[in-house]
């Protein structure tokens, strides 16, 4: 059965590598009521293998373990698996040469991990930004397998905020971010760093700002992607939030635009999710709201699926042009709902096949 026919009878069946992880067990509970894919594999440590998932993972989740998953069998990352769609919550010190691994044995690979984003054949993308940018996959050196991955957490905030800005012309672009304890795993930071605390400095965080939304926002020419030419700088701090990452940006335009056409751009914003009406599209990719008080992670985490951008405060930057706050959800629009969304376009676009 061809991907272009959504009659199917039969989900798709799909593995997740690192599954008892917080990022895998994001991927369990979304892709548990999904309406086209069906969890057919769960993959973890040798320490988990062979146990029930129910025995394996400490869930951190406030909805409880999908029943359909409880009594399935951990396997180990090493397993020869009879499915095309993989996703990846690996953990970066291992996901790199696993996921080859996999691509090499004709699977699709779509990775949350930061190991591959970089290389000039794996695409790094947003649904809405960049769904040309899945065109470089095909110049990847497996037979019939990929890798594909979604940015950083806060960069994905970050460049669905810019995006519709790009016609306007952004010459710089300055961030702080307020970034979730979630983002950092369980059992993440130590609760006697992070209470009443604020961390400013999070591993290699920063340089991710700074380089992913270039190749993201790029130009692709044939086969070739030509970075973006935006000056970045970042700065990043860990704070007590469990859920939802705050970013203040001050951009420069190289032009001039008011802030209503700035709002516009916003609000009217959307991609091909939408178009295509995918499962896990939000109705509308990007939120402003007019309250100074707003957006804040208690009230907008979860707009619009877990998937959409809250955007607030735009005003007049005496530096640089302008400058606002934005919130998206870390663990869903960041992480396992990005991958969710690329897969979901690899669909609609016919890479993806299933019986």
């Known amino acids: 059965m061809m991907s272009g026919d959504f009659f199917f009878r039969n989900k798709i069946p799909v593995a997740i590598l690192g599954a008892t992880g917080c990022v895998g067990q994001k991927f369990v509970q979304l892709l548990s009521k999904h309406p086209w894919f069906e969890i057919f594999a769960l993959c973890a440590s040798e320490k988990s293998a062979g146990k029930t998932y129910q025995e394996a993972v400490h869930w951190t989740l406030p909805t409880p373990i999908p029943d359909e998953v409880k009594q399935m069998q951990v396997l180990t990352c090493e397993t020869s698996l009879d499915c095309q769609l993989v996703f990846s919550a690996l953990d ?3 996901a790199g ?4 691994r996999f691509a090499e044995a004709g699977h699709l690979v779509i990775s949350n ?6 290389e000039a054949n794996v695409p790094l993308v947003i649904g809405e930004v960049n769904p040309e940018h899945l065109e470089l996959a095909k110049s990847q050196p497996f037979q019939r397998g990929m890798i594909i991955t979604n940015p950083n957490c806060s960069v994905i905030g970050m460049v669905m905020a810019l995006k519709p800005l790009m016609p306007l012309g952004i010459d710089a672009v300055h961030v702080v971010t307020m970034q979730a304890i979630s983002g950092a795993g369980y059992p993440g930071v130590a609760s006697l760093d992070i209470n009443d605390n ?6 290699g965080e920063e340089g991710k700002l700074e380089s992913e939304p270039l190749k993201i926002l790029g130009d692709l020419q044939g086969t070739t992607l030509q970075p973006a030419s935006i000056k970045i700088s970042a700065q990043c701090n860990r704070v007590p939030i469990i859920d939802g990452h705050v970013a203040c940006l001050s951009i420069k335009l190289n032009g001039s635009a008011s802030p209503e056409t700035i709002i516009q751009a916003w609000r009217e914003f959307s991609g091909e999710p939408q178009k295509f009406q995918l499962p896990s599209a939000p109705l509308h990719p990007i939120y402003y709201f007019d309250d100074p008080f707003y957006p804040q992670p208690r009230f907008h985490r979860l707009l619009d699926k877990e998937m959409a951008v809250s955007i607030g ?10 400058k606002f706050t934005l919130l998206s959800h870390n663990m869903t629009r960041g992480a396992a709902g990005s991958a969710l969304l690329n897969a979901e376009l690899l669909v609609k676009k016919g890479w993806v096949y299933w019986s």
Request: aromatic letters at 10%.
């Open 198 to 203: 604020i961390i400013p400095f999070i591993k």
């Open 313 to 322: 405060r735009l005003r007049p930057c005496s530096l640089m042009d302008y």
């Open 97 to 100: 040469f696993i996921e080859t």
């Open 92 to 94: 970066s010190s291992i």
């Open 113 to 118: 991990s930061r190991n591959h984003r970089m």
